[in-house]
């Protein structure tokens, strides 16, 4: 008996290994790749673990960097043709370069094959992650800016919120006001802290415009009296002592580092900075971007955020399409990712969804993102492959100085567009 017990557990052991063999053979295992803080890794995590919880055959593995290394290394490993240690799956902003390249793949097939919808996405959104008339990333988030403020410095200083009817005036007024120096006149607290990318939003909400087209692209915009007008107030804030200026704003660690110091007293931003406003337990609110005095109009950067992408060399296509799906549904990744409340969504169904718009967690004033985000259009960036090329050896380079107080925008901006209209023709971008 004892014998015949024996061999039929015996029995069962082997079974069940060669079951535990089936499920190991059977399991897909996806790369997913992102840049990120550890903090930002950890929701990321939350989310592969969410969808291997719900997919078991599925096992996917996070592969990270920090944003100053990711595109050098995602860049070396194409370069290197193995697509075995590609992620499958990746984050990519902007997506153009990588599509025209055919390193990314078209999804437009994956799309029209499983009906997703497509119509609820905020404007400019899908845009922004297409090339050549396809569709080749779906945005994880939206980068729609908004103005940060602290409450405690208003209030210390007599002024109201911020409201939806600011213009360029009361925030001027605002910046000014909340400047505090020392005795020696040094600056201790400025009013605002807004990086140097920030100034599309009064380029764009003053109507003016970058290049005349940012997809298909023949002439540089900026040298336009409605660009050069938001262009120099923007940069009179800095040039006045009432915002920092670009350069010093870095090298004090960020707009975040600064606010949460009181160095700074109002910030523009997108969603990114609420968890750790929210775990200081800072008095802070937000509100829409003021509008332009001359056009009653106001800007939010872009609708653009960072794009879930494929890689065109991985070998695992429809467990990849599979887990995008997930990422971009409401019950899946949104969920996990708005309720962090560090990302503003890019459709509008989960914007008024409860998970993001929780009163529980701050800001109270999230209806500011959704004002933003219909005025908000795919113009702050190119979409277009030589972007960012032009960007950072011809337009950034000047608007530099322009930053830093050493350049007046009407005297360099029209040589700057001079420049830039003829590497758009140099490289085949003529009227």
Not at 212 to 235: H, R, Y
Not at 246 to 269: E, P, R
Not at 410 to 424: E, F, H, I, S
């Amino acid at each position: 008996m004892r014998k015949r017990l024996a061999g039929v557990l015996f029995i069962l052991l082997i079974l069940t290994a060669m079951s535990s063999v089936a499920v190991a053979q059977d399991q897909t295992t996806l790369l997913w790749g992102m840049w990120g803080s550890p903090e930002e890794i950890a929701v990321h995590q939350q989310v592969a673990d969410a969808y291997m919880k719900a997919n078991p055959n599925v096992k996917v593995e996070i592969w990270s960097q920090p944003w100053g290394d990711y595109f050098t290394k995602m860049d070396t490993l194409f370069a290197a043709g193995d697509g075995s240690v590609i992620p499958d799956v990746f984050f990519m902003s902007p997506i153009q370069n990588y599509a025209s390249k055919k390193l990314i793949q078209d999804l437009t097939p994956y799309i029209e094959k499983s009906k997703m919808e497509l119509t609820d996405y905020w404007p400019g959104a899908l845009e922004s992650t297409s090339w050549d008339g396809k569709v080749y990333g779906l945005p994880r988030d939206s980068g729609v800016e908004v103005l940060y403020y602290n409450k405690d410095d208003f209030d210390k200083a007599g002024l109201k919120y911020p409201t939806d009817d600011w213009t360029w005036d009361d925030l001027k007024k605002a910046a000014e006001a909340l400047t505090v120096k020392d005795t020696t006149g040094r600056v201790s607290r400025y009013g605002l802290a807004a990086e140097g990318s920030k100034f599309f939003d009064f380029v764009g909400g003053n109507g003016g415009h970058i290049l005349d087209d940012m997809f298909k692209p023949t002439e540089c915009q900026l040298s336009q009296p409605e660009a050069v007008a938001g262009i120099e107030f923007f940069s009179g804030l800095m040039n006045d002592g009432f915002a920092w200026r670009d350069a010093n704003l870095g090298q004090a660690g960020g707009d975040q580092a600064v606010f949460l110091s009181d160095q700074a007293s109002m910030f523009i931003q997108n969603a990114s900075r609420i968890p750790a406003l929210n775990a200081a337990g800072v008095n802070y609110d937000i509100a829409a971007i003021p509008k332009s005095p001359t056009t009653g109009n106001r800007q939010a950067g872009s609708t653009n955020g960072a794009a879930w992408v494929m890689s065109a060399l991985t070998d695992k296509a429809d467990a990849a399409w599979a887990f995008m799906q997930f990422l971009q549904s409401p019950d899946g990744g949104q969920a996990v990712y708005f309720s962090a409340g560090d990302a503003f969504p890019p459709t509008k169904t989960g914007a008024n969804a409860p998970v993001f718009m929780d009163e529980k967690r701050g800001p109270v004033n999230k209806q500011a993102f959704l004002v933003d985000a219909e005025s908000a259009p795919p113009n702050g960036n190119g979409w277009f492959a030589e972007w960012g090329e032009l960007s950072s050896t011809v337009i950034s380079p000047v608007l530099t100085s322009i930053w830093s107080g050493d350049a007046k925008p009407a005297d360099v901006l029209p040589g700057m567009c001079d420049t830039a209209n003829k590497y758009l023709a140099d490289h085949g971008y003529k009227k």
